[in-house]
């Protein structure tokens, strides 16, 4: 009897670990991986690219960013360890993600230079750095910080009066 209520408690922790752990942070991992790639095919993508590749780019970029950014606000407690044990910053990769779809988008004219930071900051915020050089990581997390650091500003001097 001990043998089948050990081998039942077995079986309920094994389904809450796939169900609850396993499924969410797999979900996660494939959609860090799908962003990255997406990124990496359409960085460069500008209103100069045939209308065929700037809608495939603006789709792309767009559906992974979405993803990210609905991992990020609706995220299990797993997903939410998982990106704390690794260091990843979701909505930072969202936002990435949407600054990339510019480009192909059409309404701004966004430097090469800008678009690459742009993608070193995807690559940081997913923890996917490892190929940059150590400065370029710090560069990047400083104009992170900045940009950040502005937002809250803009934000708080739009804000109701009191």
Same mark, same amino acid.
């Given at each position: 009897?001990?043998?089948?209520?050990?081998?039942?408690?077995?079986?309920?922790?094994?389904?809450?670990?796939?169900?609850?752990?396993?499924?969410?942070?797999?979900?996660?991992?494939?959609?860090?991986?799908?962003?990255?790639?997406?990124?990496?095919?359409?960085?460069?993508?500008?209103?100069?690219?045939s209308e065929d590749e700037r809608d495939a780019a603006l789709? @792309? $970029?767009?559906? %992974?960013?979405? +993803?990210?950014?609905? &991992?990020?606000?609706?995220?299990?407690? =797993?997903? !939410?360890?998982?990106?704390?044990?690794?260091?990843?910053?979701?909505?930072?990769a969202a936002q990435a993600l949407f600054g990339l779809a510019?480009?192909?988008?059409?309404?701004?004219?966004?430097?090469?230079?800008?678009?690459?930071?742009?993608?070193? @900051? $995807?690559?940081? %915020?997913?923890? +996917?750095?490892?190929? &940059?050089?150590?400065?370029?990581?710090? =560069?990047? !997390?400083?104009?992170?910080?900045?940009?950040?650091?502005?937002?809250?500003?803009?934000?708080?001097?739009?804000?109701?009066?009191?």
């Amino acid at each position: 009897m001990q043998d089948l209520l050990a081998s039942a408690g077995v079986a309920v922790a094994a389904w809450f670990a796939v169900y609850f752990v396993g499924k969410p942070v797999v979900a996660l991992q494939q959609n860090r991986l799908e962003a990255l790639k997406v990124a990496e095919r359409y960085y460069l993508v500008d209103m100069n690219a045939s209308e065929d590749e700037r809608d495939a780019a603006l789709k @792309a $970029l767009f559906e %992974a960013g979405v +993803a990210l950014r609905t &991992l990020h606000r609706g995220w299990s407690t =797993a997903v !939410r360890m998982w990106c704390w044990i690794w260091r990843y910053d979701l909505d930072l990769a969202a936002q990435a993600l949407f600054g990339l779809a510019e480009g192909p988008r059409g309404n701004l004219v966004i430097a090469p230079e800008t678009r690459k930071n742009t993608l070193d @900051a $995807l690559y940081v %915020a997913l923890g +996917a750095h490892k190929h &940059l050089s150590a400065e370029t990581v710090q =560069a990047i !997390r400083r104009m992170i910080a900045q940009t950040q650091a502005a937002a809250r500003e803009t934000s708080s001097a739009s804000g109701p009066a009191s």
